[in-house]
């Protein structure tokens, strides 16, 4: 675990940091995310995870992009975007007083000061993907949930972390109980898994028959639990169930009970997030998006407004009571970015690039640098990007051969160290395709 | 064109774990990766089922519904295939699915990540069928070859079917009509979006 002690830094260092961040989201941000819209948007991937502040004021989300950002909610803007990781960051923690988790697809922790460019401080020790972050209701410990079938247990005032190793699959979901005495851990291995925090350190294993990708634990000790079947079931907090609600028909991926405790919102790969009245078990009304997964759902302290974040990179702000946005503006449909290109096959072999490339230059980036104007630039030159420093110290331009070259070798082969994931195109008419397509896009 | 469907009869399943061992030796799937696993819910109580799990090939499967570079495609037979030369290990997929059926390889170093890897119904990837580069990404092509599924071929009590989804549907009826419904022909309705009518 790095030092800690960072976090006190003189004011002066604090404000220094604070121009630079604020200069980095101006770079960063579309214009769109500035504009005083009850819609939040910033990020160049799908909205992984979300979390609100006690007061409401504002939240942090955090993206498939590689970044997490702050935004002001009484002003609709981001107010810093946090770069740190190497890989998607899954999730995300409000600590109080100024302060943040974040935790990635590269198996580490950041602990933040907001308005510091750099976090205070890094927990390192999954050895997979961390999906899920909580902190207990004292403040005092951080739990993650890793693919690497653990939980942990970080005390955040330094020192060794516990590690929870009964799941034998990828644990997917973690919460504290209200009053910080248990933990619950949802698992791929069909699974939840209650564990106390004094006493006997068995856990209380409640065997469920579907996998379980989020749990959520109410002030009154009850657990929610969503699963791949599309149900939410409910438990108490001895491992009894307590009642299940069917969602939908697709899986339930991310999943908030209110503060007062009334309702339970579970988001689904179908597009659409299900409001359960808890105290009838039925569903009351279900959120229609743009119809992509949304990943990710929070409460306001007022119980009654949701912010949800899906694969449409947006963060939309909705009424639970009715159901309504809190924005009618904001109903849209996702476009698609190809659409002009139909039946073009390079067009086609490029939708797999979609998710991290834009291609136009008033496009941002998104996890990957934007394209636009690539053929005669060199590598790991494009504005505003940050590259990793194995890709600074290549000599190559791209050019229809050289981007043809990468996908016929791999980019882990053709570009050792890239951030890129390896894809490869077997196909060399595809490759041709996908370059004639490149040269006629990305065009400034 | 038939539809290839699997379905576990779950009153004959005896967790004897053959076509987990078929699978893995017929792909030569790593260590680690199970593309087909069995699953025992209320082990040693009254009531106890096992089911044999994997990819279930769904109709209008989740897992194409999340992926953020469209890696899955599904073949005139409806089995449900993917690209692993696509495919950038998100995991994405192992939320949308209901049967648990995405592998994710354990890779060394957080820089190099593992494609995910599941059950083709023995139909091999996109590369040409039957060649080297296809077996050694996806494991033998067995349909090619006009067979069927090693998982289901290899059970011995025939709880688990693979085939036209006809026909197998047709063979589970007949069980059906004799003995009763029992616990159902496990995850038929959650993959294919229909119930088997006695």
Known sequence: MASRDSAKAPCRDRGRSALLTLAAVLIALPIGAMAAVAQLRGHGGPVRALAISADGQSAISSSFDSTAIRWSLTRNAAEQVLRFHSDAVNAVALLGEGRAATAGADGRIAIWTFGKAEPDAVLEGHTAPIVALTVSPDGATLASASWDHTVRLWPLAGGTPRVLDEHTQNVNGVAFTADGRALVSVSYDLSARIWPLSGAQTPTVVPMPTPLNAVAAGS???????GADGKVYFLTVGGARAGEVAAGPRPVISIAISPDGSMVAAAGIGGAVAVIDRKTRTLARTLVGPGLPVWSVAFLPDSRTLLTGGADNIIRRWNAATGELVDPLLVETAGDPLAAYAGDRGAEVFRACVACHTLGADQANRAGPTLAGIFGRRIATAPGYKFSEALKRLDIVWTPETVSKLFEVGPQVYTPGTKMPEQRIGSEQDRAALVQFLERATKR | MARMKFLCDADRCIECNACVTACKNEHEVPWGINRRRVVTINDGKPGERSVSMACMHCTD???????????????????????????????????????????????????????????????????????????????????????????????????????DGEIIAQIYKERVMKRGYGSGAWGWKTAYRETIES
């Open chain 1, 220 to 226: 009154d000790g009850e657990i929610a639990v969503g």
């Open chain 2, 61 to 163: 499967a989740p897992c194409a519904a999340v992926c953020p570079v469209n890696c899955f495609y599904t073949t005139a037979d409806g089995v449900v295939l993917h690209s692993k030369d696509l495919c950038i290990g998100c995991g994405y997929c192992f939320y949308a699915c209901p049967f648990g059926a995405p592998q994710y390889p354990k890779v060394g170093n957080f820089g190099s990540r593992g494609k995910m890897d599941k059950c083709t119904f023995c139909a091999g990837g996109p590369e040409a069928d039957g060649s080297r580069e296809e077996y050694e990404k996806y494991g033998a092509n067995r349909l090619a070859e006009g067979k069927l599924p090693l998982c289901a071929e290899m059970c011995s009590t025939k709880s688990l079917l693979a085939g």
